[in-house]
């Protein structure tokens, strides 16, 4: 339970599935974030993903050997900075409808796969917060190991059903 | 005390790294966006400022990033404010 000691639920700051559901518009099977279970507004987020061999990735990355695509661990940090991003600019109140936010721009480094069974623990911090987007430093753990570290940014959009 | 041609060459720098360009052939008073340079890149631009000079900057800011001129006139004025304690 190394992770548990790493990041102890916090009474008040987490969020359950569906709260992040609220917040994210992500779904199956994109939504790569279980639950939130730490937070400051405007400062970090520490949240979770558990991966089971059942994600539909798993049947092509690889038929022999299931490891989660990298991409998927930087859409999970991604996404993790997307909920913080929206908690501190909403106050207290959960948004009534999910932002639309996209990735800008990654600077990721991985240093070892995330297999079926692994808790991913994802602690992003915010660099910068602005009213068009969003810069966050990021780390991916399992088991008290970096799995995957770097930067991401996302910028706010419009809808573009709206345009 | 960082110069203001420190600061212009920085973001030359960094413009040129980001849009694939010669930095010394970037013209200061070309207009950022004519060089490419969008909302993303700006706030990745913004932070750059922030981390190699010490400054805070905000929203507010952004209006400064026309071309390199303005910007740099700006983040040395910062610069210069925080030197001498002042509030930026």
Known sequence: MAD???APIRPGRTL???DLRQILAHRFPLLMLDKVVDFE??????????????????LGHFPSVAI????LIVEALAQSLHVLDALSREGDALPNEPLLKFLGSVTMNFMR??????QLLLEVDIVKQMRRGVVGKAVARV?????ARGELTLMLKEDPRNE | MVSEVEVKNLLKN???NKMDLLADNIDENAHLADLGIDSLQALQLLVV???SFGIALNDDDLQYFRDIKTLGHMVASRIQEAAAGGVH
């Open chain 1, 4 to 6: 548990a000691v790493e």
């Open chain 1, 16 to 18: 359950c599935f569906e």
């Open chain 1, 41 to 58: 507004r405007g400062k970090y987020i520490v949240g979770r993903k558990c991966v089971t061999a059942n994600e539909i990735h798993f």
């Open chain 1, 68 to 71: 989660m695509p990298g991409v």
């Open chain 1, 113 to 118: 796969p995330a297999v079926p069974g692994d």
């Open chain 1, 143 to 147: 088991d008290g190991t970096d799995i």
């Open chain 2, 14 to 16: 960094e413009i040129a």
């Open chain 2, 49 to 51: 400022l922030e981390r």
